[in-house]
């Protein structure tokens, strides 16, 4: 390679040398003014050299560019010699465009991790959200019992070393003021302060949200905790799911604890035996209870054995769409749970329509007694049992109703009462009480939240 590059290089010189030769010496013939012929031989001395020649400078001219094409040639076949020179700018090329890949891939990385922990901390805040408004609720509705002296000066029940005691406590003032804006005929009477027995529903605090469904299958639906679980495997921590919208629903899902419900994460899916009608299902003592779909059969579900444990037609009662409540979705039967056992609220057409309730075997699901009430079903939103009490809620979409009826199975009398009672979320399709955890359960508009209530004596005389 490098004998050819020497080769041109020599031959370019030869060339030029040749056309400087011939530029030195020239043959000049012409006749002078007489007409005789003259012959001239001309040689440029060094000192002439500078002299602009007509036919010179065009063929320097050429060899400037071949001189310069030589070169161009020449440091092509120079780079090509050279081993491995464009291999090694291509090389480094691609390590850059590595390094930034691996770059960018980290960063993405990174971002990532950042966001489950920021995820974490969202989940983190929304508990500990949920229990300062349930702390929040509780401290509305404790009330700050007073006496009156015979100088008619009010004071505290409480300790004199307490606080509150001074009038001029901010705290004191606005409990106070809050406790004046409670009827008096729900006032829980002295020394019933932390009462926990049965009674009458007296308030309802905020909605607490702890889940919201992710799909349309989640429109309404079916969720709560036992209140008295059988057995080892499943206690009264376990969060049990329905999702009841579709033709055919089976799915019964298990949840660990209330943190493993909020987080989507289940620890079990049961295939129920026959399809689930609406919302109306229940939990009690280790099994589901509900309704056969398009049927008036009830089904007791044993969740230990995953087997059915017993059905029973329940005797006249309205389905599919003969007395639901107001906001629809087949909700004719209702199965509810309280302190008192198995309840069954639903309608018939002797009853015209009015609300039935029914108190069941929780084994054989036969009816024990049954009460009729003078309110009609579909003129309601829903209904639940606390205490042999049926209370029912105005409307399901209103953000701000009431619980506007009570019935009470002791006495068989029914009136109506005002209890405020808020959806949140504008739609709600389910409403059950457990006694364990003294709470309401809802299922409202995708959203799955549970509500703080209290209950104590009234001067009704419900006992």
């Known amino acids: 390679m490098w004998f050819q590059v020497t080769f041109l290089f020599l031959s370019c010189l030869t060339l030029l040398s040749q056309s400087q030769a011939e530029d030195r010496a020239s043959l000049r013939r012409s006749n002078d003014p007489t007409g005789r012929c003259h012959y001239t031989f001309t040689v440029a001395s060094p000192e002439e050299s500078s002299c602009s020649g007509g036919s010179v400078k065009p063929e320097m001219d050429g060899v400037l560019s071949r001189l310069t094409l030589l070169e161009a040639l020449v440091s092509r076949l120079i780079a090509g010699v050279d081993g491995g020179t464009g291999t090694g700018i291509k090389s480094n090329g691609e390590e ?171 620890m079990k899916v049961l295939v129920l035996p026959e399809p689930v009608e609406s919302t109306g299902a229940t939990i009690y003592r280790g099994s589901l209870y509900y309704q056969r779909k398009r049927s008036h059969t009830l089904i007791r579900y044993d969740l230990a054995s995953e087997s059915l444990a017993s059905r029973l037609d329940l005797p006249h009662a309205g389905f599919h769409g003969q007395y639901p409540y107001s906001w629809g979705g087949y909700t004719d039967i209702d199965l509810a749970v309280d302190e008192q056992g198995l309840w069954a609220i639903y309608s018939t057409s002797k009853a015209k329509g009015a609300i039935v309730i029914s108190q069941l075997d929780p084994e054989s699901l036969e009816v024990k007694k049954s009460w009729e009430t003078n ?51 504008r739609y709600n399709s389910m409403l059950d009480y457990n006694h364990a955890h003294r709470k309401l359960y809802a299922w409202d508009n995708f959203h799955m939240v549970t509500y703080d209530i209290r209950l104590g004596r009234s001067s009704h005389g419900i006992s």
């Not at 960018?104 to 959200?129: A, F, P, S, Y």
């Not at 206690?235 to 579709?246: D, H, L, Q, S």
């Not at 209103?398 to 009136?415: L, Q």
């Open 96 to 266: 850059g465009l590595q390094e930034a890949y691996a770059q960018v891939t980290r960063e993405r990385n990174q971002l990532q991790q950042d966001k489950e922990r920021l995820n974490k901390q969202i989940q983190e805040l929304q508990k500990r959200l949920g229990k300062l408004s349930q702390e929040a609720e509780s401290l509305r509705q404790k009330p700050c019992q007073q006496t009156h002296t015979s100088g008619g000066a009010q004071r505290e029940s409480r300790p004199a070393s307490d606080p509150a005691h001074d009038f001029r406590n901010g705290a004191y003032q606005e409990m106070k003021a809050e406790v004046t804006e409670v009827p008096a005929s729900h006032l829980i009477p002295e020394g019933n302060h932390n009462f926990t027995g049965c009674g009458e529903l007296l308030s309802v605090g905020e909605p607490v949200l702890h889940r919201k469904a992710d799909s349309i299958t989640g429109k309404y639906g079916v969720w709560l905790q036992d209140p008295e679980p059988q057995g080892p495997y499943y206690t009264n921590k376990t969060v049990w799911r329905i999702n009841a919208v579709g033709k055919d629903v089976r799915q019964l899902f298990a949840y660990e604890d209330m943190d493993q419900f909020t987080r989507g994460f289940p």
């Open 375 to 425: 309110i009609r079903k579909n003129t309601v939103a829903n209904a639940f049992m606390v205490c042999g009490r049926l209370y029912t809620v105005a409307s399901y979409t209103a953000p701000n109703t009431t619980i506007n009826y009570v019935f009470d199975t002791a006495t068989s009398e029914g009136r109506a009462v005002a209890v405020p009672f808020k959806n949140k979320y």
